[in-house]
């Protein structure tokens, strides 16, 4: 069963692959807000997928942020999140990103549990 304080972290190095100007969300050489999306939404996922039945997963659904700071290429970045509500299938985590100078970003991340067959059958049906 999925209870609230449930915690994760997942970190990442900044390199070219990650920044602003690789990603098209600037123009600069520091780590980019999608990649920081991105980086948040693995240890929320991570942390609840244990607690899950068999054939599902979550998806993220929405995310706020405030990206406070930016990271150069070579720092690390890492994102701590920590369920903090359970409403049925919706599950809410706040979360920081800190490099090793200190807070980068923070925020909020809503995710739903979802049945795999039935939502991807869903998604596909899109083609027809």
């Known amino acids: 069963m999925i209870k609230e304080g449930i915690t994760g972290e997942a970190s990442a190095l900044v ?3 990650n920044t602003a100007v690789k990603m ?3 123009t600069l050489p520091v ?3 999608p990649a920081m999306v991105a980086l948040v939404e693995k240890p929320a996922w991570s942390s609840v997928a244990d607690e899950l039945e068999d054939g ?3 998806v993220g659904t929405a995310m706020t942020l405030s ?5 150069p290429k070579g720092l690390k970045v890492t994102a701590k999140t920590t369920l903090t509500a359970v409403d049925r299938r ?3 985590f706040s979360w920081e990103a800190y490099d090793e100078a200190g807070l980068i970003g923070r925020g909020t991340h809503e995710r739903f549990i979802v049945t795999d067959d039935k939502f991807v059958a869903k998604a596909e049906g899109k083609k027809a």
Do not use: M, P, Y
């Not at 990206?67 to 990271?71: F, I, M, V």
């Open 15 to 17: 390199t070219d692959d």
């Open 24 to 26: 098209g969300s600037g």
């Open 31 to 33: 780590f980019a807000t």
């Open 56 to 58: 599902q997963s979550t």
């Open 67 to 71: 990206h406070e700071s930016a990271t």
């Open 90 to 92: 919706k599950l809410t």
